[in-house]
């Protein structure tokens, strides 16, 4: 946990949730006193309110995978996102509910998408849009096709189960 540079903030961040871009804008405002997240919740007594922030689980899975990739662990030719899918890659990075657990539930969760309505409702700065910064590599395949295999989908719903009783997506372009 991050706690911000004005005392009454903390925020979560959780890997693979565009957290290095938030940190490092956050950082270049003077608000946060280190440019890279570490992805670590260790509850402190503190009165602060606390962000932890998500991204569609489908999205983050497929930014996961790229990961691996972008990190020399995989080569993407020659291992498919329907290759991780089914394999123990898959199962390295948990959900948030997994990872943190009932630590959840001191959070509120900010889902990337709203990013930047989050930031001006909340601290009244406009940040740019995200723009996958760090999507370095990709494997030149539409998310559509992809997440049209009911195998993948039910996969990623089951790893997720726990999260998506607590956290509201819209997960309609998916299911």
């Not at 979560?12 to 570490?38: D, Q």
């Amino acid at each position: 946990m991050h706690i911000l540079n004005d005392g009454k903030h903390a925020f979560v961040f959780p890997p693979r949730c565009g957290t290095r871009w938030i940190a490092s804008e956050l950082y270049e405002r003077g608000m946060l006193n280190t440019k890279g997240p570490h992805h670590d919740f260790r509850f402190e007594e503190a009165d602060v309110k606390i962000f932890m922030f998500v991204r569609d689980p489908f999205t983050r899975e497929r930014s996961i995978h790229r990961w691996l990739a972008e990190t020399k662990k995989i080569e993407l030719d020659t291992f498919t996102f329907e290759d991780y899918i089914d394999s123990e890659w898959f199962e390295l990075e948990p959900s948030w509910y997994s990872r943190y657990g009932d630590l959840n539930n001191l959070v509120q969760h900010i889902d990337i998408a709203d990013i930047n309505i989050f930031f001006k409702e909340t601290f009244d700065i406009e940040l740019p849009q995200y723009d996958n910064l760090y999507h370095m590599v990709d494997d030149n395949r539409n998310d559509s096709d992809i997440f049209s295999n009911p195998h993948i989908v039910e996969k990623i719903l089951q790893k997720y189960h726990e999260d998506l009783k607590h956290i509201k997506f819209d997960l309609t372009k998916y299911i």
